[in-house]
C-alpha cells in the first residue's frame, strides 16, 4: 500500500512539474528523489514528462529543476531505447558528451524491473571427464525414459525490486539424493543488490561462503542489455549471452 501511495505522490509530481516548466520567482527548485549516483556514475534518472515521441524525450530530473528535451532520434534508429518510455516511468539515461541534448542510450527502469527467468539443464557428473567411447557405453544403458525425467529443465532467475535490491530464485538446495544423481544442476548465483552504471546492470551477490563457515566478500557480475520489452530482456555477460523471460502469475 504505501508503494503504490508513493508511486501515485510521483506521478503527480511529474504531471505537475511537467505543465509548470518555470518556477515561480526566487523558488528554489527541489530534488524530486533521493537517487544518488555512483561515484563516477554519469547516468541521468529522471521520470518521463508527457509529449514523448519517436524523436525526442521530455525528462524531469531527480536532481531537480525543469523538464529538459532530448534528441532520441539517432538512439532510437540504433536501438537503444531499451523499453518504449511511458508518462511517467523511471528513466536512466546515457547523454552524448559532445551534445548534451542528445541521447545515446536510455533505459526505461520501470520495464527493468521485475522477475526474470531462464531454463537450466543438467549435466551427468564427470561424463565429459571419460573417453567418448566410455560416455557412449554408460548413455547406452540408461533408458530413454529415465534419462528424460533425468534431464528435466529447472527455472532459474532473479528479482530486480525497487530500492535497488534484489533477490535469486530457482534450483534446490543440495541434498542426499541429489549428490547420489548421476546428474547435477548448475550453481544459483544469489544476488541481493543491483544498480546502473553507466548503462550496463551490475549484479551483487550475497557474501560467498567460505570453508569453516567464513564469509567472502561479495561478487559482482555486470551485463549490458541487448534487448529489454515487456516480456524479454536479453543481457551480455563478460563469456556468454542469456535471454530471459518475464515471471508472472499467469506463467
Known sequence: MKKVFTLFILSAMVLMACEQKQPPAGEPTEPIDMHRNLPGDSTLYGLVCDGCTDSILILLP?????????????????????????TGDELAVILNPMDKEEVLMAINMERLRGKWCHQVMPHFRNLDQMPQQVQRRILSRIPDSVKQSMMAPREYGFQLKRGYTAQSFGGMRQANNDKMSPVEYPKVRRYKE???????????????????????????????????????????????????????ENN
Open 62 to 86: 531527480f536532481s531537480g529543476g525543469d523538464p529538459d528535451t532530448f534528441d532520441i532520434i539517432n538512439a532510437f534508429h540504433d536501438r537503444k531505447i531499451y523499453g518504449r518510455p511511458q
Open 194 to 248: 543491483w544498480r546502473l552504471f553507466n548503462g550496463r546492470l551490475i549484479l551483487t551477490t550475497d557474501s560467498i561462503l567460505l570453508d569453516h563457515g567464513k564469509k567472502g566478500k561479495p561478487e559482482t557480475d555486470t551485463a549490458d542489455i541487448i534487448m529489454l520489452r515487456r516480456d524479454t530482456l536479453v543481457l551480455k555477460y563478460k563469456d556468454h549471452e542469456q535471454g530471459y523471460y518475464r515471471k508472472t
